[in-house]
């Protein structure tokens, strides 16, 4: 088999090495469609889009005018109340929402929503700011308005709370500026443009971290005066700036600091020209003509040869299923691997399941927009390693179950087990899969080309089919060879990134310190945010939860001994850690790269997608291919994983728990079917998922998922820790769990990472207290608990 791994990894390695290309390497496009000019000269308006209607308002006058999707001409739907000019405005939710400015010369301490409704407008005023602000900044992070002016403080307001009042933040570093634009980035929020109190423009932009403070950026502003600046994706604002009779449009780069201009011949604008924000595009609007600017999709070397090194790693997946499907003959075999995995391959299972292609997006996309600060999560998974080592491991192979919730059973009850088992389920298939399999086909179809309608497709059938062919063994020797493409495919793309920086290595170490790219630990004992204690408290509840996932349990248990799934488990962080420092690096000499070459950034990419557009758009052809398909493994890796748990879930803790008398081959045959339909579940969820236009519905998925799982430990804890725990008292703990977690969620009182220590604290305590109520534990469980574990007979070492 390591023979079969070799040759196939060297297939791929050659196919990319010896690939000519067909397409060549294309600056992006922008193309400009022509709207109706505005009715007013701009300059002192508030202006933006709600929803799919443009609005202006006030200025010279009162009015209040409108633009509405496919309108020929702006109509009037209203008045304010009064003049008012020279303020700023940020769009939220249904309405504009207009910020200070002037009336009658006088500066105003007045916040006000405009909703458009038709040909009629709505008024209601917010909260007034605590000071008056004639030329002030205003942006919005998610629901919070910042707002900055007249002096240097900076207020918050949170909009989506209607008792909600002004909060004084960290203030600017410098002088106070008039008349600058607030733009959020990826992590921050920036200040760009303004002019000091005596009028002169400050070159330069700064930027806000909630949890770092302020940085000042380098005094590299094209000259003039900033009209206006407006987000354009992830990380980039489309800035006006005024000099002398036009105005020009340029492209700042929020994480690199860097500007460029738009395009040539963007230098000539009229002078009240303005940028509105739109959905991955954006607008000119102006008194003498406006336009939609819309991004062709990018050129990059991806071609057929990229194409045809994924379809060999296709072949090579599919190849291992069928020569493992002679070979299940038994549920043992099927879902367990006959217990021979040697331990080397199973370690690189367990890498390969943990690593799903949004990590490894999300690390260099982190490392590159931001810092070192999550990758202190691989030095605490280190520091967290002897509880599966010493503890899981020894206990999982000792109690020999074949599910983890066939423990529950003989401890508790049978509620117990089908309960336990179905939220496993519930959160691979929803939770999990659906995730896993949409977020990196938006990658693939911005950058390859491949419609999500396809990609998801295509990933999830050939998963189901070498899963479906040869189980747990195709599963784990399917893992492997997907380990070793993501580590060739990272630590390749690390190496080109390297040959490509032309900046001398001296001034890449100024500007890596300059910019804190390095930082690792996050110092403080704040619970609701992530900091060293946090994380690493929270780092040990997950790997804790492996006593109650079923693909840590069946790879505990396929191996030949104890102390070869010790070397499994060493093996897991002896790659998961280095590939975490490659990944961590990848994303900060991403980030001295694009500083070298901020016009090869696509300005509407997402931020995570920076490695795989790098590959795409720098990589020789048939190279790209190969990081495709180590998303593609990353993805695939851990869907196989999902759908070969859940279907010896639903063998072993419901057929063969309810059926009589089940033959071996029955339960191959059932699992197999099981199979098909988890996986074929898994693909509907992510066309579900991606049937909504906001990642809400994501959200509140994955805010669900944390919350239901936050019991696990609790669960397992009173059965090995306490004698007294019933099947009642369980029970009645999950559910407070489960209610006690959504209130600390929906509260805001804990960071995410704390959800499973609380959830199953209070499963514990009150799972423990309601047993001894109810009169405690009735059944025998001799060789159940930790106390009497060493009495139980029949594991799987003895």
Known sequence: MSRTIRLSLLAIFFASIFAASSNAALKQELTLTPMPATPVELTGTFKGKVGDTFVIAGGASTAVYSLGPGADAWEKIGDLPAKRSAGAAVSFQDALVLVGGKSEGISLKSVTRIIPEGDSIRIEELPELPVSMASPAAGLNVSTLYVTGESNKLYTLDLSSSDSTWTEAEALPEVARNGAFLVKSVETMNVIGGSDASGISIPSAVSYHALYGWKAGHDNAPEGTVTSAVRLGDAHAVVTVRNGEFAAAYLYHMVGDTWIALREGYDKLAPDTVAIAGNNDFYFLSSTGSSHATFGTPETNYGWWDHLSVALYFVVMLWIGMHFAKQSKSSEDYFRGGHKIPWWATGMSLFATGASAMSLMAMPGK????????????????????????????????????????????????????IGSSIFAVYQILGRMGGVLLLPSFALEAIAGIPMQVSVPIMGLVTIAYTFLGGLSAVIWTDTIQGFVMVAAVAGCLLMVFLKIEIPMSDVWTILSDNDKLHVFDWGFNLTEENVFTVFVGIIAVTMLGIGDQNYVQRVQCGPSLKSTKKAIVTQMGVAVPINILLFALGTALFIFYKQSPSDLNPVMRNDGIYPFFAAQQLPPGASGLVIAALLAATMSTISSSICSVSNLAVDDF??????????????????????????????????????????????ALRVVSIVTATTVGIYALGLFSDKANEIGVLVGIAFGMAATYWISAEGLLIFWLYPVAGSVITYVVGLAVSIATGGNQKDIDGLTLATLKNRKGGLDD
Not at 396 to 403: D, E, M, P, S
């Open 655 to 700: 057929y063969k728990r309810f059926s009589k008398a089940p033959t071996e081959a029955q339960a191959v045959k059932v699992g197999r079917i099981v199979t098909v339909l988890v996986g074929l579940f898994g693909i509907a969820s992510a066309f579900y998922l991606n049937s909504f236009d906001t990642p809400s519905i994501w959200d509140l």
């Open 367 to 418: 490392a590159y927009a931001g810092n070192w600060a999550f990758f202190a999560i691989s030095i605490y998974s280190i520091l967290a390693l002897p509880i599966s080592l010493y503890f899981f491991a020894p206990i999982v192979r000792k109690l020999n179950f074949g599910t983890a919730f066939e423990y529950l059973e003989e401890r508790f009850g049978l509620s117990v087990r089908i």
